[in-house]
């Protein structure tokens, strides 16, 4: 469901050197695959699984219904249940926090005119993508990247919803002469990272910036190396109190991992992170003194840290990755993500 998340609103080595998560995320869906044989220049094209009417179809059901019940007022729990029964992977932890943490957390959106990216080939559960401007009741518009998924005797659920950030673009896609995007397989060798190795590599940059081995292969941003320096400086500041600890990690999710072919012969890919951020009182005097932060009580059972706080975030994004060989760095351009879990002791 698309105002769940958005109203909260990535070397094989690189698994080795990021952190787990410490808490395991919902089971995952089976991830897709993608990349087929060429065919010749006469053969007929394979007809495609999702056709790009059903895409539609699928997409203005999703955001009808978002306007219906996303705007209702009060939300009743019939509400917040079909609103949640169609989001799944990430897109669904997020819902679920939404609604734990107020029952009128939804903010209503206009949507624009999507433009689809449906793959012609793929295997396991169907998806496609699409890319749509959303405005805010403010009147602020962004755009957000959507991925839909269908599994077998079920309805098409959102899998995830990201923001692209200000005044980016998304890339030309490789289409063919009717317009069906290509998709890729996790372990895809033509690119500089394979789509499964984004989210690992994201990871060790968002933890270690500069000095991680991460660098550059990823271009440095808010999403990469500003977390670093974040972390650096939150460190060093708990350090100084002498009465609390600070952590925080990151990891590659369990969510599946999505990439389509860009027009240079890259990719735009679909992925997504658990970062898992600790608070430990040193002296225990401390804890009746420090309160749970703000933007954690919602999903606090208490108000004050005794022990340990942990609070962990699912951050859904989107990544532009260079073919091999061009010397470029992959490129992180959109991202939405918000707390789901937080726990005291």
């Known amino acids: 469901m698309l105002a769940l998340a958005l109203a909260l609103i990535t070397v094989t080595a690189a698994t080795a050197a990021c952190s787990g998560s410490g808490d395991a995320p919902p089971e995952r869906s089976p991830s897709p695959g993608g990349v087929t044989p060429a065919t010749s ?50 897109q669904e932890a997020l819902t679920a926090a939404a609604f734990n943490g107020s029952a009128e957390a939804l903010p209503h959106y206009t949507w624009g005119t999507p433009r689809l990216l449906v793959p012609r080939n793929q295997r396991g559960p169907l998806w496609f993508a699409a890319v749509v401007d959303r405005e805010e009741p403010s009147g602020r518009v962004r755009t957000a990247v959507l991925t839909l998924v269908r599994h077998d005797g079920e309805d098409w659920r959102v899998s995830s919803t990201s923001l692209l950030d200000e005044g980016v673009r998304p890339p030309e896609l490789a289409t063919d002469a009717e317009g069906y995007a290509t998709a890729l397989d996790e372990e895809d060798a033509s690119l500089a990272i394979s789509p499964r190795l984004m989210a690992p590599l994201h990871a060790t940059s968002a933890e270690e910036g500069e000095r991680g081995f991460a660098a550059g292969l990823i271009e440095e941003g808010p999403h990469t190396t500003g977390f670093a320096d974040e972390i650096t400086r939150r460190r060093e500041d708990e350090k100084a109190d002498d009465c609390l600890g600070y952590d925080s990690i990151f990891a590659a999710s369990d969510y599946p991992v999505h990439a389509l072919r860009t027009a240079d012969g890259g990719a735009l890919v679909l992925y997504s992170l658990i970062r898992t951020t600790t608070r430990t009182i040193r002296i225990t005097p401390c804890g009746s003194d420090i309160p749970v932060p703000p933007e954690a009580r919602k999903l606090a059972k208490e108000r004050f840290i005794l022990k340990e706080l942990r609070m962990v975030e699912t951050q859904l994004y989107v990544s532009t990755v260079p073919p091999k060989g061009s010397g470029r760095p992959a490129k992180v351009i959109g991202y939405l993500g918000g707390l789901t879990k937080v726990t005291t002791g």
């Open 41 to 90: 220049p006469a053969s007929v094209p394979t007809p495609p699984p999702v056709t790009l009417a059903e895409a539609e179809k699928a997409l203005a059901g999703v955001v009808g219904a978002d306007g219906v019940l996303g705007a209702a007022v009060p939300h009743l729990d019939a509400d917040r249940r079909l609103l949640q029964e169609q989001t799944r992977d990430g």
